[in-house]
């Protein structure tokens, strides 16, 4: 079986995947989900510390090699994208709720204990760049969230097929899968980890 490195977004915690982290032991794997000193903005680099067989984003910002999180905004064409989705949805994409942009489609206990857990982000880490030449050199996988109203799905799409190469599986979820269809989203990496071991 596999040991799998959960990372939680910026502001998150590890608790994020407490549920997708059940489905995975139940599967007998091993399963990290660290709270990262993302409000630390004397946090070094994860991703550059261990060697790992496998990397899957999962409703994520896919970085460039040398870019500031600050300026992947523009560079991807979010804003213009977040804008095209709103137009099309009543202005659900891009709301300043929580509750509407995040947290749709859990129960409203569960998105409130989420919110309660949330930190603030280093500036440091905001807008340093990414200290790689290049993204790790491993099989990559991506997970989009068709009814993802942070990161829109054909934003996202996009985005993957220019910096990953490669076309995303996908989840009927919003933002937060991990939480909303956490054992939707367990299998799927229980089959990655199947199919990398084949």
Excluded at 111 to 140: D, F, G, K, Q
């Amino acid at each position: 079986m596999a040991t799998f490195a959960l990372i939680h977004g910026g502001g998150d915690v590890g608790w994020y995947w407490h549920l997708v982290e059940a489905v995975l032991r139940e599967r007998g794997h091993d399963v990290v989900a660290p709270d990262l000193p993302c409000d630390d903005d004397t946090a070094t680099l994860v991703a550059d510390r261990l060697p790992v067989d496998a990397l899957v984003y999962v409703a994520a910002m896919v970085p460039a090699p040398g870019e500031r999180p600050a300026d992947w905004w523009e560079n991807t064409g979010y804003p213009q994208a977040v804008e095209e989705q709103a137009r099309r949805d009543g202005g659900l994409t891009g709301s300043d709720d929580p509750f509407v942009a995040y947290y749709h489609g859990l129960p409203r206990a569960l998105a409130e204990e989420a919110i309660s857990r949330e930190r603030s982000e280093s500036n440091a880490a905001y807008t340093t760049r990414l200290p790689l030449a290049s993204l790790p050199a491993v099989p990559t996988r991506c997970v989009v969230c068709t009814d993802d109203r942070f990161l829109p799905a054909p934003f996202l799409r996009r985005v993957v097929a220019g910096r990953l190469g490669v076309v995303p599986d996908e989840i009927d979820a919003g933002h937060c899968v991990a939480l909303s269809r956490p054992h939707e989203l367990g299998l799927l990496l229980d089959g990655y980890s199947k199919s990398l071991a084949s």
